[in-house]
């Protein structure tokens, strides 16, 4: 079992920033992958950003120069930082955490959510 925590969301102006953060906590393997993703009542949940513990990062086209992605590995906490904050933004924010074992999923964990709303 993991547990992850967020916090950061709320109401920004257009061109506003946010930093997210997101806890884990419990069974956290070696080998891991933290995420955001998010959603909107209209669209599918989406990939925003991800990094593993050995520090690969991925982003999604759409933030990319926009926004930050990091991890403080001692506090087990995952960062967001988002810049330049558009109204096609708003969504709920889900942290996400992947466990892997000899290279295979073994567990995925999703947060409560936390609400960005851009306003324009």
């Known amino acids: 079992q993991v547990q992850l925590v967020e916090s950061g969301g709320g109401l920004v102006q257009d061109g506003g920033s946010l930093r997210l953060a997101c806890t884990a906590s419990?069974?956290?393997?070696?080998?891991?992958?933290m995420g955001w993703y998010r959603q909107d009542p209209e669209k599918q949940r989406e990939l925003v950003a991800s990094?593993?513990?050995?520090?690969?990062?991925q982003y999604a086209d759409s933030v990319k120069g926009r926004f930050t992605i990091s991890r403080d590995n001692d506090k087990n906490t995952m960062y967001l930082q988002m810049d330049s904050l558009r109204p096609e933004d708003s969504a709920i924010y889900h942290c996400?955490?992947?466990?892997?074992?000899?290279?295979?999923?073994?567990?995925?964990?999703w947060g409560q959510g936390t609400q960005v709303t851009v306003s324009s």
């Open positions: 996400n955490l992947m466990n892997f074992y000899r290279g295979t999923s073994t567990g995925t964990y």
């Open positions: 419990g069974n956290i393997l070696t080998f891991n992958t």
């Open positions: 990094m593993s513990a050995r520090g690969t990062i």
